[in-house]
């Protein structure tokens, strides 16, 4: 599965932003999908009419998380996402930050999830609200995280 470019992405939002579509953004590594994810995922969608994913390549992820991850590769991450319902397009970046594709998605609302306490907490808030956005913290699923669900198989080895 082929997915699309940031231009093609920031494209996409362009003309859905051109129909009066509320763009919502987000991004992360999604490496192993779980209820969290998908419950964060679904309240993300709901804060506008269109939600745009961002999934971190696996070189950013090595850089982030270290050598042993990610444990999927992006082109499978990034196909898990776009089947779910609630996503409506997703686009996989090389850098260690969202920034770029932000810049070029523009969206109305960035959604983070909880581990981040306020907005001004979250490095991308200034550029969001520089380019005319709002920055929503999502709550976590507590006990939901891919890093204790590769505690827990390490721990059952």
Same mark, same amino acid.
């Given at each position: 599965?082929?997915?699309? $470019?940031?231009?093609?992405?920031?494209?996409?939002? %362009?003309?859905?932003? %051109?129909?009066?579509?509320?763009?919502?953004? $987000?991004?992360?590594?999604?490496?192993?999908?779980?209820?969290?994810?998908?419950?964060?995922?679904?309240?993300?969608?709901?804060?506008?009419?269109?939600?745009?994913?961002?999934?971190?390549?696996?070189?950013?992820?090595?850089?982030?998380?270290?050598?042993?991850?990610?444990?999927?590769?992006?082109? @499978?991450?990034?196909?898990?996402?776009?089947?779910?319902?609630?996503?409506?397009?997703?686009?996989?970046? @090389?850098? %260690? $930050?969202? =920034?770029?594709?932000? @810049?070029?998605?523009?969206?109305?609302? =960035?959604?983070?999830?909880?581990?981040?306490?306020?907005?001004?907490?979250?490095?991308?808030?200034?550029?969001?609200?520089?380019?005319?956005?709002?920055?929503?913290?999502?709550?976590?699923?507590?006990?939901?995280?891919? $890093?204790?669900?590769?505690?827990?198989?390490?721990?059952?080895?």
């Amino acid at each position: 599965m082929i997915f699309p $470019t940031r231009e093609a992405l920031a494209a996409q939002a %362009d003309a859905l932003r %051109d129909t009066g579509r509320r763009i919502v953004f $987000t991004n992360g590594v999604f490496d192993i999908l779980h209820v969290g994810h998908v419950r964060y995922l679904e309240a993300a969608r709901a804060l506008g009419d269109t939600l745009l994913v961002g999934v971190n390549s696996d070189a950013s992820v090595r850089r982030l998380k270290g050598p042993e991850r990610p444990l999927n590769p992006q082109d @499978e991450r990034a196909e898990v996402l776009a089947a779910l319902r609630c996503v409506d397009g997703v686009c996989v970046f @090389e850098e %260690d $930050t969202p =920034h770029a594709l932000i @810049e070029a998605v523009r969206p109305a609302i =960035h959604a983070k999830g909880g581990d981040y306490q306020t907005p001004d907490a979250l490095p991308e808030t200034p550029l969001v609200r520089s380019l005319g956005g709002e920055v929503v913290i999502l709550s976590l699923v507590p006990g939901r995280s891919t $890093t204790r669900l590769i505690e827990r198989i390490e721990g059952s080895r």
